[in-house]
């Protein structure tokens, strides 16, 4: 499929206020086990927790580029922050990903919203079809399991390739917490049903990671009978979804102008609006 230009790309979705793919569009992106499962999943609630985070030896210059181009922004210096914008890539990244979570309907900061796995799912279909980022890698690769959850949860890690130490503590943390949830409810499955990753790494190249998890964990409890063994055990049940994009740098300077009248957004705003509130009260994965 041809891709638009940048121009076409920005111009649908400011002018799609709520973007609506079909089901079957989007079941060919981060593809779920089945059809029938993202039928399931799609008219469902299920709460979206995302992270953002900016690693990489550029991450620092870069937020510095992205300040300075807020700064003359918000002063009303136009021009000045159309020259400093071409010179942050990773702003400009940011926009990009921002103006299509906004008009999928996506919305990262809370996790149980209406719709939201809908929209996340929107929103990675039109990261795909935007002439700036360059899809890498789209996979799913077979996942290994341990003898018990805490094995079974290093493994997990072991997966997100690019994240850094400080993400994988937090996916740690949270996938312990479903654990302690199953096992404290047995035979009551405990579930975390998307998780998104999503990491900017700048290096010599500006790289986009996005990874979304569907965990499942239960502790099975069964009382044997007078010939039969008692049943004790973690069954955790995992998924897990990657793609990587390249954002074309080297273009990035004739875009700013394009992109720039149709978003407030910056790298600092995408930051803050991918994670999830702290006042957001704990989501029951029950």
């Not at 922050?81 to 990262?108: H, I, R, V, W, Y």
């Not at 700013?256 to 009260?281: H, V």
Request: charge should be negative; glycine fraction near 4%.
């Amino acid at each position: 499929m041809k891709k638009p230009s940048f121009e076409q790309w920005v111009s649908h979705l400011v002018n799609s206020p709520q973007i609506k793919e079909e089901l079957s569009v989007l079941n060919s992106v981060f593809s779920i086990a089945n059809k029938a499962n993202t039928l399931l999943l799609a008219n469902e609630e299920h709460p979206v927790v995302s992270n953002a985070k900016l690693t990489g030896p550029g991450a620092t210059s870069a937020l510095e580029a992205d300040e300075h181009y807020v700064s003359l922004r918000a002063s009303g210096k136009t021009l000045d922050a159309e020259k400093a914008l071409a010179l942050s890539p990773a702003t400009g990244c940011a926009m990009c990903m921002s103006l299509a979570a906004e008009s999928s309907d996506f919305n990262p900061a809370s996790p149980a919203q209406a719709g939201n796995l809908t929209g996340f799912l929107n929103y990675v279909n039109e990261l795909f079809k935007c002439p700036i980022l360059n899809n890498e890698l789209n996979d799913s690769p077979s996942v290994t399991w341990g003898s018990d959850w805490e094995t079974t949860i290093t493994n997990i890690l072991s997966y997100y390739v690019g994240i850094d130490q400080s993400s994988l503590n937090q996916i740690r943390m949270s996938l312990r917490d479903c654990a302690r949830a199953a096992a404290s409810n047995p035979n009551t499955t405990q579930r975390t049903d998307l998780f998104v990753q999503n990491t900017m790494h700048i290096g010599e190249d500006l790289k986009v990671y996005l990874y979304k998890s569907f965990i499942e964990m239960i502790y099975v409890s069964k009382d044997g009978g007078k010939n039969e063994p008692d049943i004790r055990r973690d069954e955790t049940h995992f998924k897990i979804y990657r793609v990587i994009f390249d954002f074309k740098q080297s273009e990035w300077p004739d875009y700013a102008k394009i992109i720039m009248p149709q978003t407030d957004a910056s790298l600092d705003s995408w930051l803050n609006n991918n994670s999830p509130s702290q006042n957001i009260k704990p989501i029951n994965w029950g």
